[in-house]
């Protein structure tokens, strides 16, 4: 990973970290820009959970972030799972107002669509299908 140039993002590592509550290994060289990536997801993944209670059925994380294609200019694209039927655009612009203050604190474009799990796990349309590919349940 040292030779990987340091416009790259390691989602693996980071989301293993994440998951595990763990703090940054001392062997990992993580560039400035992954931690900051990390520190933004955290923050997403908490702001949704806490403001969506049981609600909440997860979040996956795809896109460019997702296939270690992540660069400075790179949004990060995330599926907030719901586990009961909603209106779309409801929670589409609750999911906004609950991401847009961490957008601005971490200065990176956020886009984030609602899904119903039980949807997604079916894989009813191709976002799903391609999020359920390359993305990674956070």
């Not at 790259?8 to 400035?32: H, M, R």
Request: hydrophobic letters at 40%; aromatic letters at 10%; proline letters at 4%.
């Amino acid at each position: 990973m040292k030779d990987e140039p340091p416009e790259k993002l390691y989602p693996s590592i980071l989301i293993q970290n994440l998951l595990c509550g763990a703090g940054f290994s001392d062997n990992v060289n993580l560039t400035e820009i992954g931690m900051a990536i990390n520190e933004t997801i955290n923050k997403c993944r908490m702001s949704l959970g806490n403001h969506y209670g049981d609600l909440f059925g997860g979040l996956i994380l795809y896109g460019s972030a997702a296939r270690n294609q992540a660069d400075m200019t790179s949004d990060i694209d995330f599926l907030v799972l719901l586990n009961k039927p909603f209106d779309y655009f409801h929670e589409l612009y609750r999911i906004i107002d609950v991401l847009y203050p961490i957008q601005l604190e971490s200065d990176r474009l956020i886009s984030a669509k609602p899904a119903l799990k039980d949807e997604f796990g079916q894989g009813k349309i191709q976002l799903y299908r391609n999020a359920k590919k390359e993305g990674i349940s956070l």
